[in-house]
């Protein structure tokens, strides 16, 4: 392996990315305060309709996919079963919700570790 | 003999690939498409090309704009995904590539019912060859799953045909409407292929189970022929709308916690669907060109993205975001056309998205359908968080995997057809009018104004905020191993655990039956001993002469009978 630094290996380069996005972010925020837009639905014309159904729309797509994920996730072999008499369904024996709870905590672990 | 250029190259060129080696097959691969292109260009508009079959009318060539727009676009997706192929010599998949684009682009010329029937099942045989030709048990079982349910959509095709001919009584493939005979199976037909909801799952199992060159030629032929046919033959169907809103909505929750990364483009590609049949179902110019123009885009930029990933799974042969990550540091240029498909993708100012797209947003706020348009506003800051942000994230940075120790550069010729579908996304993006004189319906739409620009930014910027803020709070749903269930859990467990169980129980039946009916036949085994028998009653009669009178007593019996 070589010691080579890559462009993010050094942090101080990723939060020069965010602080440029969170930066962007402002700039666009006002600019909607400074532009006059023409729109065809009475919500556009609220400030920063565009922004904020943006932001909330990611957030509830996230959080909706977290609580699909309880449903349906299966172990990865999950259709590979030929004995149709073994049950694989994961959720059965541990509810899911602890099962991705515990890789994310098993996860972070190793990141503190590393 | 003309009429046929379009077409003919293609299937002549797959014959060609069976017998041709190194150099020559390479330029046969790129040429054919160049000439094809040139066989379009040559026939004008308004061409037809008429035969007839036993008692049919047949015309298996209608140039019109419509068609020409989607013959020019097979053409455009025939080259990049043959230059993209070049880096393997099998056989067997360029073969099936060139008569598979064959079909795709006889599809959208035929004029006429019976020859789209054709090139539909055409389709469908040649493009699970693509599937096949991994020659994982994976990817066997998922290629038989697709076959099977490409030519269910074919068989709906031809059940329809026949109805709408026994009513009608002409061939003509135009405006159907729902209110035709036959029209629910076309329906039906065109739906399986497009991926309605809950049809859908033969596209999201089997397009990640192909090669890496298979799934580019996969990604834009099929779906984008069922786009090309509702949009001539049920173009202004209410339903649509909102079968389209579906599509764009619900394929993005699956997207966010699917792991396998082709399976995640496979998603979105139902979402991106979902925007054109939205804009078929309004039906306009405006939306239908919106509908067809986004087609084109899609085709390109999904082609991009599928290409980056061949080239992620190519050279670390793993497709798990959970198992990836870090490869920027050994694939800068495979990551770069990545980020630039994902830019295109998530209609990026500039890029080839941004002018199709907006184009279909526009059409549904005119029409005042402020629910689809909510829905597809939403879906579009989707799209920018599932393949916009999770693909080149997750592939490329997130942290560092084993694999970018052995990790190479994709090799040269996919490095080409990548840049030159980050050419055609960009130069698209750049000169929309250029873009829109192609498109089949005149219309007058500027893309870059500042309301346009600016709102289109803000959804994207906050999206990409919304994704930080989740990232680093740790909500984010980590890739984990795994399988999502979705309808296909029906005739993947289901229909397999219903048949077991109800084996089952006709088992514990039939055990039963088997049981009594033995007992019954031992019985009348043991009643015929008593009768038969070595010591039976007849037994006694074991002389010559009681034979010989038994033989007279029957004799005379069916003798007597016969006489009365």
């Known amino acids: ?114 | 003999m003309d009429s046929l250029l379009p077409i003919l190259p293609f299937f002549i060129a797959a014959i060609l690939t069976l017998f041709t080696r190194g150099w020559l097959r390479a330029t046969i691969m790129i040429g054919t498409p160049i000439i094809a292109a040139y066989g379009i260009y040559s026939l004008e508009i308004g061409h037809t090309f008429s035969t007839s079959l036993m008692d049919f009318n047949l015309t298996p060539i209608r140039i019109d704009r419509l068609s020409t727009l989607f013959g020019y676009l097979f053409c455009i997706a025939a080259i990049l995904g043959n230059i993209y192929a070049l880096y393997h010599k099998d056989t067997m998949q360029h073969f099936a590539a060139q008569a598979y684009a064959g079909s795709a682009v006889g599809a959208v010329f035929a004029g006429d019912m019976l020859s789209l029937f054709i090139y539909w099942e055409l389709m469908a045989l040649t493009s699970s060859v693509l599937i096949f030709a991994r020659r994982s048990e994976a990817s066997l079982h998922a290629g038989i799953r697709y076959l099977v349910i490409q030519i269910i959509s074919g068989l709906l095709l031809l059940a329809g045909i026949v109805v709408y001919y026994k009513s009608i009584g002409n061939l003509d493939f135009n405006y159907i409407g729902l209110d035709a005979p036959g029209a629910w199976l076309f329906f039906l037909a065109f739906g399986i292929k497009s991926a309605f909801p809950f049809l859908h799952n033969w596209l999201t199992d089997a397009y990640p189970e192909a090669t890496e060159s298979g799934t580019v030629f996969l990604s834009s032929f099929t779906t984008k022929v069922a786009v090309y046919a509702l949009a001539r033959s049920f173009a202004g169907t209410e339903l649509l709308i909102y079968i389209g809103a579906v599509m764009a909505f619900f394929p993005i929750y699956y997207a966010v916690i699917e792991n396998n990364l082709r399976r995640v483009l496979t998603y979105s590609l139902i979402n991106q669907i979902g925007f054109m049949i939205v804009g078929i179902g309004i039906g306009t110019e405006l939306a239908l060109n919106g509908a067809v123009g986004h087609a084109f885009a899609d085709v390109i930029f999904k082609g991009l993205l599928m290409m980056s990933m061949g080239a992620v799974l190519y050279t670390t042969g793993e497709m798990r975001g959970s198992e990836l990550g870090g490869l920027y540091k050994r694939m800068p240029k495979t990551t770069f056309f990545c980020i630039m498909g994902a830019a295109s993708i998530s209609a990026f100012p500039l890029f080839s998205g941004f002018v199709s797209k907006s184009i279909i947003v526009t059409a549904v706020l005119l029409e005042g359908y402020y629910g689809v348009w909510l829905i597809l506003l939403f879906a579009a800051a989707g799209v920018f968080h599932h393949a916009g942000i999770k693909i080149p994230f997750f592939a490329f940075f997130a942290h560092d995997s084993k694999h970018i120790e052995t990790a190479k550069e994709a090799p040269k010729n996919m490095l080409w057809a990548m840049a030159l579908s980050t050419v055609l996304c960009i130069l698209i993006g750049v000169f929309p009018q250029n873009f829109y004189a192609m498109l089949p319906w005149p219309m007058d739409y500027t893309p870059y104004d500042t309301t346009h620009v600016l709102t289109q930014l803000q959804l994207l910027f906050f999206s990409a905020l919304a994704f930080v803020w989740l990232k680093l709070s740790h909500i984010y749903p980590p890739e984990l191993k795994s399988v999502n269930i979705d309808a296909e859990w029906i005739y993947r467990k289901l229909f397999p655990k219903a048949i077991y169980k109800i084996s089952n129980v006709f088992n514990a039946f039939y055990t039963i039956l088997e049981f009594n009916v033995e007992r019954l036949g031992q019985s009348a085994q043991g009643a015929a001993t008593q009768f038969f028998g070595a010591r039976g009653f007849l037994s006694n009669f074991r002389s010559l002469g009681g034979m010989v009178m038994w033989v007279a007593v029957i004799l005379s019996a069916s003798l007597f009978i016969y006489y009365l």
Request: aromatic share 12%.
């Open chain 1, 1 to 114: 392996m070589n010691n080579k630094k890559y462009l993010f290996d050094n942090p101080k380069n990723v939060k020069l990315l965010v602080r440029a996005l969170y930066g962007s972010c402002i700039v666009l925020f006002t600019m909607d305060l400074i532009i006059h837009r023409h729109t065809y639905h009475p919500w556009e014309s609220f400030v920063g309709f565009y922004a904020i159904y943006g932001f909330l729309a990611c957030v509830v797509l996230v959080l909706l996919a977290r609580e699909l994920r309880k449903v349906v996730m299966r172990n990865e072999d999950y259709y590979d079963i030929k004995d149709m008499s073994v049950d694989n369904d994961i959720t059965k024996d541990k509810n899911n919700d602890q099962v991705i709870e515990e890789k994310i905590e098993k996860r972070l672990d190793e990141r503190r570790k590393s």
